[in-house]
């Protein structure tokens, strides 16, 4: 049964091994048009002028097989953590290491993107929006504290998706939240990304080792492939010998836009093809540039295969490892505290 509140739909979408529902929820806008699955908090599609912008799949069997975070909200702790160990307040913390052993990646064995959410219409908004939230028991995956999020979305006005998280946890703990949408602005089945013209707001990299953990140190993106200050098209330096790009086999490295928590304009991507402009803001310190370069899986939207830069993610975070590392920003979340943070895409032609 379809339902409809302030431009908003909602709809079945299948059902999980427990015979748990997963409801699709549309937010339709003027020109933007988004849907999100209660199973993971995941962004579904993306469609703006009528092109769907980002990969994924058609079914929910595909978000349960996959192997890529299509879309996926990500937590406790997006991107990696060497070894799966950190120290907070004097004591280890062991982690769940699922990426072959080497380390922690994207909340572990069972991340938040493996979770059904509860979805709430926000009906006091003016503007179609939802929330999203659920809890981490204390001690899932090794982390400390009971650990409550949120995720609203919004389509505002002017185009724009908009992406607010809201935490709290009982007990001092770490924290990244991301979503792992993969945006292709020429349409999810409109060839690959290397074309896209891409603009980042960041002078430095965290360079990274051969298990793409960061080593601590910051890089200059002066004379580098990594230099997207000026736009130009992702392809144009991919294939160049620099060793952070080798070890990356592509783009796959956390950009930093900055130290602080500032609300700041942290990319532009735009496609000659369609003529289709996003700009990404968030009060975030850095943004993970990957460029799909290890993408590879069966059953894609209209069960196509998924390929090698068919898209690119832009996901705004705390830097990768930082509980390991004193001089990047913060990721404790202390007891009782409530994190928030907010990142926008803005869709225009």
Not at 171 to 186: E, M
Not at 207 to 232: A, C, H, M, Y
Not at 250 to 275: E, T
Request: glycine share 10%; net charge negative; charged share 25%.
């Amino acid at each position: 049964m379809e339902k409809r509140i302030v431009n908003i739909t909602s709809e079945n979408f299948g059902k999980l091994q427990d015979s748990s529902q997963v409801e699709r929820y549309w937010l339709n806008g003027d020109k933007l048009h988004v849907a999100i699955l209660s199973y993971g908090a995941t962004l579904q599609k993306i469609e703006f002028e009528g092109k769907d912008l980002i990969l994924g799949y058609d079914t929910i069997n595909g978000y349960l097989n996959g192997r890529s975070y299509q879309g996926a909200s990500i937590g406790r702790y997006a991107n990696r953590i060497a070894a799966g160990k950190f120290n907070l307040n004097g004591k280890e913390y062991d982690l769940g290491c699922n990426e072959n052993g080497a380390g922690h990646l994207h909340g572990g064995f069972v991340g938040f993107d493996k979770k059904l959410w509860k979805g709430e219409i926000v009906t006091e908004s003016e503007e179609p929006t939802i929330r999203f939230s659920q809890v981490s028991a204390d001690g899932e995956e090794g982390y400390p504290g009971t650990f409550q999020e949120s995720v609203t979305y919004t389509v505002t006005k002017d185009d724009t998706l908009r992406m607010a998280y809201e935490a709290v946890s009982d007990k001092d703990t770490v924290i990244n939240l991301t979503n792992h949408a993969y945006f292709n602005l020429n349409g999810w089945d409109g060839g690959d990304v290397l074309d896209v013209e891409l603009q980042v707001f960041a002078d430095e990299i965290t360079q990274i080792n051969e298990k793409f953990i960061p080593t601590g140190k910051l890089l200059s993106v002066d004379n580098t492939p990594f230099d997207f200050r000026k736009p130009k098209a992702i392809g144009r330096d991919i294939e160049n010998e620099d060793v952070q790009l080798k070890l990356g086999l592509g783009y796959d490295h956390n950009f930093v836009l900055g130290m602080s928590r500032a609300w700041r304009h942290a990319v532009s991507a735009y496609s000659p093809k369609s003529g289709i402009r996003m700009d990404c803001h968030t009060d975030l310190p850095g943004v993970q540039v990957y460029t799909s370069n290890m993408l590879g899986e069966k059953g894609g939207k209209g069960n196509k295969a998924l390929y090698k830069h068919q898209g690119f993610c832009l996901e705004t975070q705390l830097f990768p490892d930082t509980p390991n590392h004193s001089n990047f920003p913060s990721a404790i979340l202390k007891a009782g505290k409530r994190w928030k943070s907010v990142t926008e895409y803005h869709f225009s032609k």
